[in-house]
T-cell receptor, first 115, second 113 residues
Framework: DSGVTQTPKHLITATGQRVTLRCSPR?????VYWYQQSLDQGLQFLIQ???????AKGNILERFSAQQFPDLHSELNLSSLELGDSALYFC??????????????FGEGSRLTVL | LAKTTQPISMDSYEGQEVNITCSHN???????ITWYQQFPSQGPRFIIQ???TKVTNEVASLFIPADRKSSTLSLPRVSLSDTAVYYC????FGGGGADGLTFGKGTHLIIQP
């Protein structure tokens, strides 16, 4: 158990719809990262937040947005969903002053299926 | 983050030692080398990290030559459960943390009986 909690674990929806994925980082972790992993693809970095502020942005579509709240949990909003958005969405967290820089703790992921 | 190159896939057998090499020719002075393991439908898990020479922990060893332009993850006496994707990442993680940590496609290691 990494200590990172993601909900929901599975989600099935239709094209054109909007969904929200939720992530609770490990206690004390200030950074939250979102990744997308499609079938047979590597992990695509979407976006990172640190203590409520956007820290880094990757290949995140304009239809997607995210935020980190004061209690440090984060939400990833996916709108106008397309079939190609079907994927595993991972959240990870890290501690800035960790003894092992670059160590991320990943949640179990949210599997999104768009029909 | 420094670009990395690693084999797409590798095969081995139970009980063998497996070495996965990652090239990172443009590694910067402050960059660390980190390896992750990912099983199907699970999030990646940190395996090992190093800066230079050799690092060993309970699951793996990491060998880094003096020029640091490559690194080798060594898994001793692999078992079927070591079948997974292994990612090599290089970056300056020490200052503001692991900003925009990008994973490539990794190396798909398949262990056979």
């Amino acid at each position: 158990d990494s200590g990172v909690t993601q909900t929901p674990k599975h989600l099935i929806t239709a094209t054109g719809q909007r969904v929200t994925l939720r992530c609770s980082p490990r206690s004390g972790d200030l950074s939250v990262y979102w990744y997308q992993q499609s079938l047979d693809q590597g992990l695509q970095f979407l976006i990172q937040y640190y203590n409520g502020e956007e820290r880094a942005k990757g290949n995140i579509l304009e239809r997607f947005s995210a935020q980190q709240f004061p209690d440090l949990h984060s939400e990833l909003n996916l709108s106008s969903l397309e079939l190609g958005d079907s994927a595993l969405y991972f959240c990870a967290s890290s501690v800035k002053a960790s003894g092992r820089p670059g160590e991320l703790f990943f949640g179990e992921g949210s599997r999104l299926t768009v029909l | 983050l420094a670009k990395t190159t690693q084999p797409i896939s590798m095969d081995s057998y139970e009980g063998q030692e497996v070495n996965i090499t990652c090239s990172h020719n443009n590694i910067a002075t402050n960059d660390y080398i980190t390896w992750y393991q990912q099983f199907p439908s699970q999030g990646p898990r940190f395996i090992i990290q190093g800066y230079k020479t050799k690092v060993t922990n309970e699951v793996a060893s990491l060998f880094i030559p003096a020029d640091r332009k490559s690194s080798t993850l060594s898994l001793p006496r692999v078992s079927l459960s070591d079948t997974a994707v292994y990612y090599c990442l290089v970056g300056d993680f020490g200052g503001g943390g692991a900003d925009g940590l990008t994973f490539g496609k990794g190396t798909h290691l398949i262990i056979q009986p």
